[in-house]
């Protein structure tokens, strides 16, 4: 059963915006850890956004002012808006979820994966 499902990925120029977008069947994720991860081709993958249950957000330091995470509780979506989006933002981006930890989030512990969606930003 496919509990994340990501959407918005597409090829952009530099300068442009993208939201993606991550539905989520289960409902407890709501109130846990959730975020946003992206791997680039030969690069480990990495944190980009989390956000936890409180709404305490964490970013990427590259990311910062650039991209928001943001959470619609009653539509069970996470959104990541991305602006001023950079060639050196080129990943598969992956939506995930940690169903038990609902504060304090750590990248290492998200359990639950989507699909993920590809983001290319051409110069």
């Known amino acids: 059963q496919v509990q994340l499902v990501e959407s918005g990925g597409d090829s952009v120029q530099a300068g442009g915006s993208l939201r993606l977008s991550c539905a989520f069947s289960?409902?407890?994720?709501?109130?846990?850890?959730m975020g946003w991860f992206r791997q680039a081709p030969g690069k480990e993958r990495e944190a980009v956004a989390l956000?936890?249950?409180?709404?305490?957000?964490a970013y990427e330091d590259s990311v910062k002012g650039r991209f928001t995470i943001s959470r619609v509780h009653g539509k069970n979506i996470l959104y990541l808006q991305m602006n001023s989006l950079k060639p050196e933002d080129t990943a598969m981006y992956y939506c995930?979820?940690?169903?038990?930890?609902?504060?304090?989030?750590?990248?290492?512990?998200?359990?639950?994966w989507g699909q993920g969606t590809q983001v290319s930003v051409s110069s």
């Open positions: 995930a979820a940690d169903p038990q930890r609902a504060s304090g989030c750590m990248s290492w512990a998200f359990s639950v």
């Open positions: 289960e409902l407890s994720y709501s109130t846990h850890c």
């Open positions: 956000i936890a249950g409180d709404g305490a957000i």
